[in-house]
């Protein structure tokens, strides 16, 4: 099945600059805020995010990295297939305006496993969700704060996000899953 | 101005690592943890990946996740035991699941009931894996035959303990890195050590040489054709410790089991530790950067001095605390496979 390209990496590389700006706006200025990537995608998002506010108000802003396999809902359920990796947070987040950051959201069951992994680790401020591609479908009643781009979806097409941090190569798209495995994520 | 530092995650640094594809975790098909001679490289490999999430669990200052919420873990131990049993029972805290520890010393066991009545109760009261450990080589196996719930072996008589097997391989890994040529001495009672078996299994095909070490009553007879047998061509036998621990890497002394010496293995427990005991004066044969391992419990001052045991090469507390880690990531990948 072929795939089509939805975004390039100069699209990415817009939608993050706005999505950095509707951080700044919305939480006047860049002070406690940090980003937590969620794996895998998220991080190198957080990283750029981070990267792009850095260059336009000289501030470092904290990335940590947070791995939610222990917090998924379908450990025993599905015949998992989830290796568990290692959630890194250099820094405490009590008390920080928290920002999570994943590269597609769809159900919204991550974010919700996120938000549990989060709240051992720590009591923020806030939370805030920032998005690259938000697909629809939601089965939670989660939304995000800041979206890259909106796409609406099918249940049988995959939206997959590729960054040059993993993939060697930037891009979002899209592709029709034939047949039997239309089942979410 | 608050000064805000960003760290980069070491292992993110190098993005190549992280594209390499995923482990083929969906090809883990094992519902019981019985030994490790079923294990393949790559089992062993998912089992250390998940350890190492497991580890930074137990980091934290709230080290409980949901992962194995409304699952209830029995522990079953014929035998007395001090760190699995904590080890197994902590791990299945810390990942959400409730347990119901049981001694058979003070359960129906003692009113006569067998080892698979027992074992059937345990499954009739919804328990979703059992963990046992039993005087009887074999009994895990016997279990399985009769149970549908999952099993995992926490030592059966001189024959397996696959949980410390890993736990032993994983500190190693993680204090040496490349195994390629290291040289580990099992020194002691081979004949009745179930650890020794199990880490000959998990060893296989790491590139690790394992020298076991021991009076001959201390080596099973047909010890070398066994290992021929079954192709373990990775392990050798020596008697004398001198030469066993020449440039060795890692040392590991295995408790003398006083309570099996009346049938005369060994002349005397003053000349054993003359002969084998692990102290500062041998040490210095082995390679300079040389770890000491031990299973546990000590003797100390028998099988390993007291200066040895608690030397800067000694990693027998990150044994213990790696434990933990290895049981949580086996008790994880145990209840994600289907039921059938």
Redesign the interface.
């Known amino acids: 099945m072929a795939e089509k390209i939805l975004l390039n990496s100069s699209d990415i590389e817009r939608a993050l600059v706005r999505i950095a700006h509707e951080i700044l706006e919305h939480n006047k200025g860049a002070?406690?805020i940090?980003f937590v990537g969620i794996k895998?995608r998220g991080?190198?998002l957080a990283?750029r995010l981070?990267k792009i506010i850095r260059t336009m108000e000289q501030?470092?802003?904290?990335?940590?990295?947070l791995?939610i396999?222990?917090?998924?809902d379908d450990?025993?359920s599905l015949?998992?297939?989830?290796?568990?990796?290692?959630?890194?947070l250099?820094?405490d987040i009590s008390n920080k305006q928290v920002i999570l950051v994943d590269d597609v959201f769809y159900t919204g069951r991550s974010i919700r496993a996120a938000l549990?992994?989060l709240m051992?680790?720590g009591r923020p401020q806030t939370i805030q969700l920032a998005v690259l591609i938000d697909r629809g479908h939601r089965e939670l009643p989660i939304r995000a704060d800041f979206v890259g781009k909106n796409i609406p979806t099918a249940h049988n097409e995959e939206i997959k996000v590729f960054l040059s941090?993993?993939?060697?190569v930037d891009k979002v798209a899209v592709r029709r899953l034939d047949g039997e495995n239309s089942e979410p994520k | 101005m608050e000064r805000i530092v960003s760290l980069n995650e070491p292992k993110l640094s190098t993005a190549g690592q992280e594209s390499l594809p995923p482990l083929s975790i969906g090809q883990w098909q094992h519902r019981n943890v019985l030994d490790l001679d079923d294990f393949s490289p790559e089992e062993i490999t998912l089992v250390f990946e998940i350890a190492n999430g497991m580890v930074e669990v137990l980091g934290r200052d709230v080290k409980k996740v949901p992962t194995l919420r409304g699952k209830t873990i029995a522990i079953m131990f014929y035998e007395p035991s001090t760190r699995t049993r904590a080890s197994f029972e902590l791990a299945a805290k810390y990942l959400g699941a409730d347990t119901v520890s049981l001694d058979a010393a003070r359960s129906s066991v003692v009113k006569g009931e067998s080892l698979i009545d027992s074992l059937r109760t345990l499954q009739a009261l919804e328990v979703d894996t059992i963990i046992i450990r039993h005087p009887c080589s074999g009994a895990p196996y016997i279990a399985v035959r009769h149970l549908q719930t999952r099993i995992i072996n926490a030592g059966d008589g001189c024959h397996a303990h696959p949980s410390q097997g890993l736990l032993d391989l994983y500190t190693i890994k993680r204090q040496l890195g490349d195994l390629k040529g290291r040289k580990v001495v099992i020194i002691g009672d081979i004949l009745h050590s179930r650890v020794a078996r199990s880490n000959i299994w998990g060893m296989r095909s790491t590139g690790l040489h394992v020298v076991l070490c021991a009076p001959r009553t201390f080596i099973p007879q047909g010890m070398p054709e066994m290992l021929d047998k079954c192709g373990l061509d990775h392990v050798t036998i020596e008697h004398n410790l001198d030469h066993a621990l020449e440039g060795a890497d890692v040392v590991m002394p295995l408790r003398l089991q006083k309570e099996r010496q009346q049938s005369g293995f060994i002349s005397s427990i003053r000349e054993y530790i003359r002969l084998y005991q692990v102290n500062a004066e041998r040490l210095k044969k082995a390679a300079p950067h040389a770890i000491v391992m031990h299973p546990g419990p000590m003797n100390e001052g028998i099988e390993i001095s007291h200066d040895v045991a608690y030397s800067g090469s000694s990693l027998i507390e990150q044994q213990v605390t790696n434990g933990v880690a290895i049981r949580m990531a086996l008790l994880y990948l145990v209840a994600g496979v289907k039921n059938q």
């Open positions: 002070k406690s940090a895998t991080v190198p990283q981070a501030v470092d802003i904290p990335v940590g990295s791995d396999t222990l917090y998924r450990v025993t015949g998992f297939k989830h290796v568990v990796q290692q959630t890194y250099p820094f549990d992994a051992d680790l941090e993993v993939d060697a």
